[in-house]
């Protein structure tokens, strides 16, 4: 049978001289479809949807500074615990302002009563040797603003 076929293409071919010859090949098993993309796997063939494991357009996960990187507050780390009182009423700042979360917040205020109480801190003021010490958040401008 493809003996009778070639020699169909064959007489075609010099009938036809015209004619573009690459495009009159006899189909054979030699050809492959490798270069050719018309062709599916049987990965091509699942119509699922894709499923990623995080979502690309998320932002990212707003943390305290406390909580990055990883520290406990102490009643006997006063330096620490001296960056969220306030230096001329030694109250303690609220959430909006330092940016704490409510846990850390409340281990905060709950080690400055303490370390006031073990007579490690000043009540009524921020000690004068940690005026100086680099601000962790600007009292001035809340992290966290309302709404109003």
Known sequence: MICGVRSSLRSARA???YVNT????APTATRSAAPYKHYTTSADNNDSPVV???NPFAKERVQCVLCKHGIDPDYKN???LSQF?????????GRNITGLCKNRHEQVEREIIKAQNAG?????HKAVEFLND???FDPEKAIRPHKY
């Open 15 to 17: 009938i036809l001289g």
């Open 22 to 25: 690459g495009a009159l090949v």
């Open 52 to 54: 990623l494991k995080d």
């Open 78 to 80: 006063v330096q620490l």
């Open 85 to 93: 009182q306030s230096p001329y009423t030694g109250r303690v700042y």
């Open 120 to 124: 490690f801190m000043p009540t009524y």
């Open 134 to 136: 680099p601000k962790l």
